[in-house]
Each structure stands twice: as C-alpha cells, then as structure tokens.
C-alpha cells in the first residue's frame, strides 16, 4: 500500500491559491491597462489607423 507524502495537500491548495492570486491580479491589470487607454484623447489612443502618406503627411 502506498503512503501518502505528509503535506501534499497543503501544497497543492496554496499552489491553487496562488494561481487565483495571479489571475485575479492580471485581470485587474488588464483593466487597468483599458482605462488608462480610454482615458486618452482620441487621437493618441487610435494613431494605428494613420497611414502615412509619401509627401509626409498622415490621414486615416
């Protein structure tokens, strides 16, 4: 009969607790990360939409 390693449990719930940790933390980050951009004004947050143009200048 195989015996079971004393604490084995105890690791894996704090492995589990951290994981939650971690993934209630990058949802907050990513959040965040939306308000700050959102906060920005319009043509800050959507300059990928620039295409520029060969005498130098942009439009959208």
Do not use: W
């Not at 704090?14 to 959102?38: F, H, M, P, V």
């Amino acid at each position: 009969m195989a015996t079971r390693k004393p604490g084995k449990g105890k690791q894996a719930r704090g492995r589990k607790a951290t994981l939650d940790a971690l993934e209630a933390e990058s949802e907050r980050q990513l959040i965040e990360l939306i308000r700050r951009r959102l906060a920005l004004p319009l043509e800050k947050r959507m300059n990928f939409l620039r295409k520029r143009l060969p005498g130098g200048g942009s439009c959208l």
